[in-house]
């Protein structure tokens, strides 16, 4: 065994080098690697397969919920995504333009989707003349493209991101508003009890919110090193976009209307939030609801015991598989037990079985919890119950975790001396009174890099006066810096 | 319900004027629409749920024969898709460039992808150093863009189409080519076991091949106006790609070696065969094992009826579901039912149960089979049972139509004067000898319009002299005028 490998472990301390643990995580786990050009990334199997898990869970809910998928072009042409301004000017400076085909000049340029609002509701404004065509929410599974300037960061930001993004239009502003809370609801879902990530929810301030909408609700997540991220928005874009794009129904009082509209969004930088997240000095830790591989077996052997243990462990996959986990056997003979049980560590795999000659002996097996490092002997016809019991208990552990996570890092500096503090040391959400203006908002930004990432739905405290200049306040903003 | 729309039938015979009936077939049954870009289309949800039902089938089976799914990036700098000559000589007058980000101009052009192995075998070189690495079986799931010059038409030919692109790179040739094969009969399975539609499978010739490939193999399709399809290819690329992108690995024998690739990929183009071979002059015939909606039950009632009979079909639609079934109630009361029929045949649904309350009373439905038109009762008790029953009489009845088609469309002209009446005539394939030069190739073209479509696997008829130039041939070729 002396030819295989070194196991390609991670040489950053999360608490010392946390960029570069990041980096180091992505790569080595092999999740995603560096395209050629700048900015890009492509996903490895075991990447794309977290992605998978995403999407499915997602895809069900919007299903159930009277959603439908559809498929956009890439390519949008300039006009149709000047025709409503804001949206135009806040996104033209990260648009990347085709202009030529083969050898020819094209005539007007084309974008690549930056988003889709636009090239949708074109098409929707074709497709809408009744109230019997109403609503109609349809989703789209594709990639976005923004060219990044900042520095870019594998999930968090890049120039190409895969993502979902929602589109509906209703009759009425009331059906619409429901919607945008739907939406954020089933984000909500998908995110704490299957990203196990708890979050913060409410609106973005105007200055934060979608380019184009009325308002934009938001999910927060705290991550470890006391940086904010958005999880997701769902956005209520009044008839901001119906007017321009034209998108009219016929009432049942036989008179036209203007629709009311919604757009909503996650992409893969919930997989940048869990390794951030949940990740240790070993690598990844998933949470069991969203691995690709839930439980992993490593048979301990020499040559001698080969045929058995393997034989004994495939049963046991089998066994697994049945009962509706994703378990995967690790049979190859290149590499040895050691090895395996490193790099399963590194790519988070929740759970691991070892078992070996003795172990078979002995009628039990060895289980080994990623979340805690734990290990602890189990008999091998409880093994099954054994593992459904403990994927659910690191499930929960992982969330806890990132409940308490969150409560360190969130505070309630009492003056603007505190809160600057705050931001310059170890980060993380500042709950504090703000005036509403946006004099003050850009100001607090300037002077500590904190945003308002969230003004709360929900407003248990009281309102104070504004952090900054002192005025009332009638709201309590989550003010962080940010990914 | 004198206000609601008119129903939107099909106007076009499909036997008077195919391409007309083609189209409307794809706007009104709501599979797709056009996009404000020349040449691109979008999906609507319906055409979108098949594409979804043909990419669910294909997953498995990649996921079964050990596949996996990445990401890669749409844009591909100029200088990779240009390291394999022919390849690039062969994409590079349908490429759109990306020239600008913002205001700014880019260094080197970047190119949307066209096909990604250029893309892929760069990165590729990376993940693989040792025989440990190896096979990499790595299937995307994603769209490709080629500006169309030809006429464009939706879902044969448009300037982005949704497809999946395979890419392996094995040990051994042996190996590559067990993939190339495996790969085609998985596309062959999908085609004639689920889409109902019969091929003829073998390899292109030289001129024909995917260019950087050593061989091509397809299935080619043959359509109802005796047009052929290219339906999936699967391309043995040798070391081709891995000698310029130096894809080398460390081999058991402490020896450096290059790699065997394939690539490999099948389209939305199988949604417009499904169109054109099962389609009539009411619309759409989907095949049931594809459809998304298998059964469609409309109630038949009036005000007074209809909780009765409302209630008795969903009850209908749940035992269906309990089995297994994809059924769908239309109980909306702004349409008739025999609005509901007509838009349901346009849509191709297989079979429609019709409920009233007269047929409660009798405790019977009526079954309507889509492909013949045929209806008959049914007792309420045995519905389930039969629907299942009639569903696979209606899967085999279309492949079964299908391959009449084929039959009645291939010929074997005795002589090149037969040959040319025949693709001036009702066109199809004609099977015929070729002495394996371009120029005869180039010259039938030319003079008929049709190329070589398959050089069949299956060689049982005897070979016969070149139908052009008389000389010695070595195989029989499919000839056809083809889409």
């Given at each position: 065994m002396s030819s295989?490998?070194?196991?390609?472990?991670?040489?950053?301390?999360?608490?010392?080098?946390?960029s570069e643990w990041y980096t180091q995580v992505v790569l080595k786990a092999g999740l995603a690697d560096y395209a050629p050009v700048k900015?890009?990334?492509?996903?490895?199997?075991?990447?794309?397969?977290?992605?998978?898990?995403?999407?499915?869970?997602?895809?069900?809910?919007?299903?159930?919920?009277?959603?439908?998928?559809?498929?956009l072009p890439v390519l949008i042409p300039e006009s149709l995504l000047g025709r409503e301004k804001d949206h135009f000017a806040g996104f033209i400076p990260e648009v990347f333009w085709v202009t030529?085909?083969?050898?020819n000049d094209i005539g007007e340029r084309l974008a690549l989707r930056p988003t889709s609002e636009t090239l949708a509701y074109s098409i929707f404004a074709k497709w809408i003349t009744?109230?019997?065509?109403?609503?109609?929410?349809?989703?789209?599974?594709?990639?976005?493209?923004?060219a990044e300037i900042k520095a870019t960061k594998p999930f968090i930001r890049t120039s190409e991101f895969l993502w979902q993004e929602g589109h509906t239009v209703h009759a009425s502003e009331a059906e619409a508003e429901q919607e945008v809370a739907l939406i954020l609801d089933i984000y909500r879902e998908l995110i704490e009890e299957h990203i196990a990530?708890?979050?913060?929810?409410?609106?973005?301030?105007?200055?934060?919110?979608?380019?184009?909408?009325?308002?934009?609700?938001?999910l927060e997540g705290m991550m470890s090193d006391g940086k904010a991220l958005q999880m997701g928005t769902s956005h209520h874009l009044a008839q901001n976009f119906s007017k321009p794009f034209e998108i009219k129904y016929l009432g049942k009082d036989t008179q036209e209307h203007l629709a009311w509209q919604t757009s909503w969004g996650v992409s893969w930088r919930l997989i940048g939030a869990l390794i951030m997240v949940h990740g240790d000095d070993k690598g990844l830790i998933l949470p069991p609801r969203l691995a690709p591989i839930q439980v992993i077996i490593v048979p301990i052997f020499r040559d001698k015991d080969a045929q058995v243990v393997i034989e004994n462990a495939r049963n046991l996959e089998s066994e697994l598989r049945q009962q509706g986990i994703r378990a995967h056997l690790d049979a190859r003979s290149e590499y040895t037990s050691g090895w395996k049980f490193n790099e399963w560590?590194?790519?988070?795999?929740?759970?691991?079985?070892?078992?070996?000659?003795?172990?078979?002996?002995?009628?039990?097996?060895?289980?080994?919890?990623?979340?805690?490092?734990?290990?602890?002997?189990?008999?091998?016809?409880?093994?099954v119950e054994t593992a459904k019991e403990m994927l659910d208990k690191i499930?929960?552990?992982?969330?806890?975790?990132?409940?308490?996570?969150?409560?360190?890092?969130t505070a309630r500096p009492h003056d603007y001396a505190e809160f600057k503090s705050l931001m310059e040391g170890k980060g993380g959400f500042a709950s504090a009174g703000w005036c509403g203006r946006l004099e003050c908002e850009e100001k607090i930004?300037?002077?500590?890099?904190?945003?308002?990432?969230?003004?709360?739905?929900?407003?248990?405290?009281?309102?104070?006066?504004?952090i900054l200049c002192g005025k009332p306040s009638e709201k309590v903003a989550m003010f962080a810096r940010a990914y």
């Open positions: 295989q490998p070194e196991s390609p472990g991670i040489t950053a301390k999360k608490g010392e080098n946390f900015g890009f990334i492509v996903l490895r199997p075991y990447g794309y397969a977290i992605w998978e898990s995403i999407r499915d869970i997602l895809d069900r809910r919007f299903k159930e919920t009277g959603h439908q998928n559809g498929f030529k085909a083969g050898d009744s109230y019997r065509d109403l609503p109609l929410k349809i989703n789209y599974w594709n990639s976005a493209l923004r990530v708890p979050t913060v929810r409410g609106f973005k301030s105007d200055k934060e919110k979608f380019v184009g909408a009325k308002y934009t609700t938001t560590e590194l790519k988070g795999v929740p759970l691991r079985i070892n078992i070996g000659p003795r172990d078979i002996e002995k009628g039990t097996v060895e289980l080994a919890r990623r979340d805690t490092r734990e290990k602890s002997p189990c008999g091998r016809k409880l093994v499930q929960i552990n992982l969330y806890e975790k990132a409940r308490t996570l969150l409560q360190d890092k930004k300037e002077e500590t890099g904190a945003d308002i990432r969230v003004i709360p739905f929900d407003q248990a405290e009281k309102p104070e006066a504004c």
